[in-house]
Nanobody, 120 residues
Framework: QVQLVESGGGLVQAGGSLRLSCAAS????????MGWFRQAPGKEREFVAA????????SYVDSVKGRFTISRDNAKNTVDLQMNSLKPEDTAIYYC?????????????WGQGTQVTVSS
């Protein structure tokens, strides 16, 4: 079992920045690929960013490339998402995920989510 707790969400004006953090309970954190997903009102949850267990491969959805940066610290069992140049369309609940599958399609654990609201 892996417990994930997100923090760092809030209200920010367009063009501003937020840094989301996710703390994981797993003693074997380093074996998990970590990711961030988001769900906007009335929409399905979508992939935002992911980082492989060793940090060697990082992926982003096209809409956040150049603005968001995912990072992990295996010594602290944390994964962060630095979000810059935020846009109103980034408004969503952001979820942290851990999985032994980089697709996060199976064996995935999810946090409760943190709200990000970007005002225009």
């Amino acid at each position: 079992q892996v417990q994930l707790v997100e923090s760092g969400g809030g209200l920010v004006q367009a063009g501003g920045s937020l840094r989301l953090s996710c703390a994981a309970s797993a003693r074997t954190f380093s074996i998990y690929h970590m990711g961030w997903f988001r769900q906007a009102p009335g929409k399905e949850r979508e992939f935002v960013a992911a980082i492989m267990r060793g940090g060697g491969i990082i992926s982003y959805v096209d809409s956040v490339k150049g603005r968001f940066t995912i990072s992990r610290d295996n010594a602290k069992n944390t994964v962060d998402l630095q979000m810059n140049s935020l846009k109103p369309e980034d408004t969503a609940i952001y979820y942290c995920a851990a999985s032994t599958s980089y697709s996060f399609a199976t064996n995935a654990y999810w946090g409760q989510g943190t709200q990000v609201t970007v005002s225009s």
